[in-house]
């Protein structure tokens, strides 16, 4: 499918506002954070969410529920106030090769996150590059990451100047960054603009971003971010991530039959 720019635009645009909405959210692992109202409330829940937003959607809504229930549907309190037996709540948990020493990790690490280094929005605020978020990924990972822990847990923060698409973390990042005004994408971090994000780059946006001749590099890895990042930008460039919504519903919910 081969359209002039001005056609590509017109085109994800349209796409754009038939999936960037709030019906979009049920069957999303952004319904997690969408449990709650609190700001440090929907943070960690996005987060956590994103984490294991990998693999079947219904096993990913199930296990982000089950994380919220076992931290009894209030994590920011979970995170900041438990003790080390409370964390044998978190024994039988899975999600594919996310498991409870993962998770246990994830909660002492989330503590340390806000209470030494102001919170998940003060570091990437703080790391922050004009011209995207990337390298504040990168510094991110290795923050988290600074208290002792087993060396499996890193594989599940990625980190993108190790080429990494870092998929889930840019999901979650266009959760709290960018404001849709549908009630979909959050909007809770001021500091930081929807013009820095990056899309979250998985093989159904992938392989719709290739048809559409946004993206001509074969793997979905940072290159290829940086690729699409740049030609999404030329779409729009105050809001481009928007158009993850268009590639996501061409390639989850139209099976790529356009054109």
């Not at 085109?11 to 069957?27: A, R």
């Not at 002792?148 to 959760?175: C, G, Y």
């Not at 899309?199 to 690729?227: E, F, M, T, Y």
Request: proline residues 4%; hydrophobic residues 40%.
């Amino acid at each position: 499918m081969r359209l002039t720019q001005s056609e590509l635009k017109e085109f994800l645009d349209e796409k754009v506002i038939k999936y960037n909405t709030p019906g979009f959210i049920e069957t999303d692992p952004i319904s997690i954070p969408h449990l709650f109202y609190k700001k440090e409330d929907i943070e960690i829940a996005g987060f956590l969410a994103a984490t294991i937003a990998w693999g079947n959607r219904k096993s990913i809504l199930k296990n982000a529920h089950r994380m919220m229930h076992l931290m009894d549907l209030s994590p920011f309190d979970f995170v900041m106030n438990h003790e080390e037996n409370d964390l044998n709540t978190f024994d039988s948990f899975v999600h594919r090769t996310f498991n409870s020493i993962d998770l246990k990790f994830f909660i002492k690490a989330l503590k340390n996150v806000y209470a030494e280094h102001g919170g998940l929005e003060g570091i990437f605020t703080l790391n922050a590059e004009p011209d995207g978020l990337q390298p504040a990924i990168h510094k991110f990972k290795t923050i988290f990451f600074e208290l002792p822990h087993q060396k499996r847990t890193e594989k599940h923060v990625s980190d993108p100047l190790k080429n990494s698409a870092a998929k889930r973390i840019n999901m979650f990042l266009r959760w709290m960054v960018r404001n849709d005004q549908n009630g979909v994408d959050f909007g809770l971090w001021k500091n930081l603009s929807p013009a820095q994000l990056s899309c979250p780059l998985d093989v159904h946006s992938g392989n719709i971003a290739r048809q559409l001749g946004l993206l001509n590099r074969n793997a979905n890895d940072a290159k290829a971010v940086a690729q699409l990042d740049n030609n999404l930008r030329a779409l729009d460039l105050q809001d481009p991530v928007k158009y993850d919504f268009a590639l996501f519903g061409l390639g989850v919910f139209e099976k790529g039959n356009f054109g």
